[in-house]
C-alpha cells in the first residue's frame, strides 16, 4: 500500500518568514495530494490540494509543489502570520481504478510555530 | 447540514464496553471514510462507504470494529469490548463521490477508554 512521510516535525519560524513542509510518497501511481491544517482540538481543514498532471499550484500566501519523478510534494507558506501556527499534514491517494475509493493516505504531521 | 457533524464529540467508557459513534455528511456526498488519529499522530484509514457499492474495510484494525451505513446518508461505526489502545479522536469525512474529489472532515469523536 501507500506509505507517506512528512517533515519536519515540527517547524518554528519568525514571523514574516517563509515554512516549507516536505513530502515523499511510496506509490508512483498516487495521483491526489492534499494538506490539511489542523489547530489545536479542532477538525482537519482541507487548505490546498494538487492533482499529478499539475507540477505547482497557488492560492494566496500558500503554494504546493509536486515533483512526480521523485515522488514528492511540498507545501510552501510566505509572510507566515501568528494565525498560521497548527498541525499540516500532508496525504496521497491512489485512483479510483486501483483503490475503492480515495482513501488518504496521511503523512505524520508538522507542528508549526510562527513566533510574533 | 452545512458540514460533516459528527456525535457524540466525547466519550468517555470502561474497558470493555461497547460504543458507537454516529457520523451524518454532507447532504449530497456519496462517499463517507472514518478515520483514526490517536494524540500527537497522522490519519489512519479505517473504512470507505461510496454509494450501494460494499464498503471498503481493509483499514479496520480488528474485527472489534465495525461500520454500517444507510443508503448515503448516516453511518455508525462501533467499537465492541473496547480496549485501552482505541482511545483516539476518531475522525469522519464526506466527499461528492469517486474521482478526485476533496474530503470534509467532522469535528470527531474523542473517545477515551478507562
Known amino acids: 500500500g501507500e506509505n507517506v512521510e512528512q517533515h519536519p516535525s515540527t517547524l518554528s519560524v519568525q514571523e514574516g518568514d517563509s515554512a516549507v513542509i516536505k513530502c515523499t510518497y511510496s506509490?508512483?501511481?498516487?495521483?491526489?495530494f492534499p494538506w490539511y491544517k489542523q489547530e489545536l482540538g479542532k477538525r482537519p481543514q482541507l487548505i490546498i490540494d494538487?492533482?499529478?498532471?499539475?507540477g505547482e499550484k497557488k492560492d494566496q500566501r500558500i503554494a504546493v509543489t509536486l515533483n512526480k519523478t521523485a515522488k514528492h510534494f511540498s507545501l510552501h507558506i510566505t509572510e507566515t502570520q501568528p494565525e498560521d501556527s497548527a498541525v499540516y499534514f500532508c496525504?496521497?491517494?491512489?485512483?479510483?481504478?486501483?483503490?475503492?475509493?480515495?482513501?488518504?493516505?496521511f503523512g505524520g504531521g508538522t507542528r508549526v510555530l510562527v513566533k510574533p | 447540514g452545512a458540514g460533516v457533524s459528527q456525535s457524540p464529540s466525547n466519550k468517555v467508557t470502561e474497558k470493555g464496553k461497547d460504543v458507537e459513534l454516529r457520523c451524518d455528511p454532507i447532504?449530497?456526498?456519496?462517499?463517507l471514510y472514518w478515520y483514526r488519529q490517536r494524540l500527537g499522530q497522522g490519519l489512519e484509514f479505517l473504512i470507505y462507504?461510496?454509494?450501494?457499492?460494499?464498503?471498503?474495510k481493509s483499514g479496520l484494525p480488528s474485527d472489534r470494529f465495525s461500520a454500517e451505513r444507510t443508503g448515503e446518508s448516516v453511518s455508525t461505526l462501533t467499537i465492541q469490548r473496547t480496549q485501552q489502545e482505541d482511545s483516539a479522536v476518531y475522525l469522519c469525512?464526506?466527499?461528492?463521490?469517486?474521482?478526485?474529489?476533496?474530503?470534509?472532515f467532522g469535528d470527531g469523536t474523542r473517545l477515551s477508554i478507562l
Open positions: 469525512a464526506s466527499s461528492l463521490g469517486q474521482g478526485l474529489q476533496p474530503q470534509h
Open positions: 506509490d508512483s501511481a498516487s495521483n491526489y
Open positions: 494538487i492533482r499529478s498532471n499539475v
Open positions: 496525504a496521497a491517494t491512489l485512483p479510483s481504478s486501483k483503490a475503492a475509493g480515495n482513501k488518504l493516505t
Open positions: 447532504s449530497g456526498h456519496t462517499a
Open positions: 462507504f461510496q454509494g450501494n457499492s460494499a464498503p471498503d
